[in-house]
């Protein structure tokens, strides 16, 4: 028998070399010099052959699943959304296709963001488009929200006239516009509140990150004859380096202001 007090440093150390050396022995675990409960795994490939099953019914029983193909049918509003893309494209979304888009609809009916995660070529612009429209309830005419809804499309620039052409071919009673600035919005938005079909506005990202406001980087005071920074007045002089430089404010040598303006994106008034 080992006794052991509350202030026992080592007890750690006692039981580990206890167990090691034999001494000590745990009911129900396999003795020493033994294989254990893993002693047949050696890689990740044998523990998912020994236990994958197990992890698998686990994982299920925790995480229920927005879409089930195997017990779910798929809403109307996505077959009535593949029906058009098969009238007009020529084709039909794949049943795993249609699977994430009702899932994402419903996903999207939660109030929450949907993720649609697979490699190129996987129809992720059609399943987006598909589950966006779904999502947005009944068709036109048919009662909601004035039965029409305004959409935005944020995308890499590259990609903007596919976008066009997939919500196109895609979805229903839908117009869809590239938008290039707040005045083209403002446009197509007008063109959206006077007719009776969705709308989607596709914007670059890049347009949306650069923004559309022209804001001087500085003014020109004539009494103080220097540039002045917009916000406090003060006189800017530039500091001048090989990798860029950033204004500073009153006499050379001075340290920059935590609103001090920088960026390829900033124009000057002079």
């Not at 007090?5 to 006692?14: M, P």
């Not at 029409?148 to 995308?155: A, E, G, P, S, Y």
């Not at 916000?231 to 935590?258: T, W, Y």
Request: charged share 25%; glycine share 14%; proline share 5%.
């Amino acid at each position: 028998m080992l006794k052991c007090t509350g202030g026992d440093a080592n007890i750690i150390s006692v039981i580990e070399k206890g167990v090691k050396g034999g001494k000590i022995a745990i009911p129900g675990a396999a003795s020493p010099g033994t294989a254990g409960a893993f002693g047949p795994v050696g890689t990740v490939t044998d523990y998912l052959c020994a236990y994958g099953p197990n992890v698998a019914q686990r994982i299920k029983g925790l995480f229920e699943p927005l879409f089930d193909p195997g017990k779910d049918r798929i809403s109307d509003e996505i077959l009535e959304i593949n029906r058009t893309i098969q009238e007009k494209a020529g084709y039909t979304l794949h049943d795993a296709q249609l699977a994430v888009a009702e899932a994402i609809k419903r996903q999207l009916r939660r109030g929450k963001a949907g993720l649609i995660i697979a490699e190129c070529g996987a129809g992720k612009s059609k399943i987006g488009a598909a589950a966006m429209a779904a999502a947005s309830g009944p068709r036109c005419g048919q009662g909601g929200r004035g039965g029409k809804t305004f959409n935005i499309v944020l995308c890499p620039s590259h990609i903007k006239e596919k976008w066009v052409r997939e919500i196109e071919e895609s979805l229903p009673n839908t117009f869809v516009r590239t938008v290039s600035s707040i005045a083209e919005l403002d446009r197509l938005h007008g063109a959206f509140s006077k007719g009776g079909k969705h709308c989607y506005a596709v914007i670059s990202k890049e347009m949306a990150r650069d923004g559309y406001m022209h804001i001087p980087a500085v003014g020109w005071s004539r009494r103080r004859k220097g540039f002045t920074c917009p916000d406090c007045a003060e006189v800017i002089q530039m500091a001048i380096s090989k990798d860029g430089g950033g204004h500073v404010h009153g006499r050379a040598g001075g340290n920059r202001p935590r609103h001090a303006r920088e960026g390829p994106n900033r124009g000057v008034l002079a």
